[in-house]
T-cell receptor, first 115, second 117 residues
Framework: DTAVSQTPKYLVTQMGNDKSIKCEQN?????MYWYKQDSKKFLKIMFS???????INETVPNRFSPKSPDKAHLNLHINSLELGDSAVYFC??????????????FGSGTRLTVV | AQSVTQLGSHVSVSEGALVLLRCNYS??????LFWYVQYPNQGLQLLLK??????LVKGINGFEAEFKKSETSFHLTKPSAHMSDAAEYFC???????????????FGAGTRLAVHP
């Protein structure tokens, strides 16, 4: 199936731990994103990569480090997890340029709970 | 700066009634506008989009939205609600024009639609 897939779907961890979330898309898109959805359902962009190059880096703590080994993959590593990091993290992908006319395709999300 | 405002964080309608979810935007350049739906514990699914051309756009599941530049609005409607429409709905704006080819979607705060029998 063509899609944006994220792993894991659920992640429960203790404060201070380091964790990673992986994302892969097989849609042939050249741009990928990480969005954070807080407990009030508000969605905010964190990072965006175009062809492995970081193009958007919002005000995000340095503990969050994205990595894009190729244009089909975008991972998110989080160091020293804090209670406030608890949220749902969505990966998304799109074409750049006029391809945006087709919108973004979102993954099903990773629910991170820090205890 | 671009922004999206969704009026009403919760909307409740009866099955068969009209659905109206309100979205207003702020943008100093022509916007690309989107509506996404999020079912419980799922990702976001594109309902419909406005880029250029016809201001009344039709989407999936019987939804449509009208772009009104004079009112800076992009309200989502459906003539007859179904129980399966219960979900969170997000209006979003792209600042594509500002980013020189790159872009980010700016989301409204979302509206939770409840449909009761």
């Amino acid at each position: 199936d063509t899609a944006v897939s994220q792993t894991p779907k659920y992640l429960v961890t203790q404060m201070g731990n380091d964790k990673s979330i992986k994302c892969e898309q097989n849609l042939g898109h050249d741009t990928m994103y990480w969005y954070k959805q807080d407990s009030k359902k508000f969605l905010k962009i964190m990072f965006s990569y175009n062809n492995k190059e970081l193009i958007i880096n919002e005000t995000v703590p340095n503990r969050f480090s994205p990595k894009s080994p190729d244009k089909a993959h975008l991972n998110l590593h989080i160091n020293s997890l804090e209670l406030g990091d608890s949220a749902v993290y969505f990966c998304a992908s799109s074409h750049s340029g006029e391809g945006l006319l087709y919108g973004y395709t979102f993954g099903s999300g990773t629910r991170l709970t820090v205890v | 700066a671009q922004s999206v405002t969704q009026l009403g964080s919760h909307v409740s309608v009866s099955e068969g009634a009209l659905v109206l979810l309100r979205c207003n935007y702020s943008s100093s350049v022509p916007p690309y506008l989107f509506w996404y739906v999020q079912y419980p514990n799922q990702g976001l699914q594109l309902l419909l989009k406005y880029t250029t051309g016809a201001t009344l756009v039709k989407g999936i599941n019987g939804f449509e939205a009208e772009f009104k530049k004079s009112e800076t609005s992009f309200h989502l409607t459906k003539p007859s609600a179904h129980m399966s429409d219960a979900a969170e709905y997000f209006c979003a704006l792209s600042n594509f024009m500002f980013s020189g080819g790159y872009n980010k979607l700016i989301f409204g705060a979302g509206t939770r639609l409840a449909v009761h029998p």
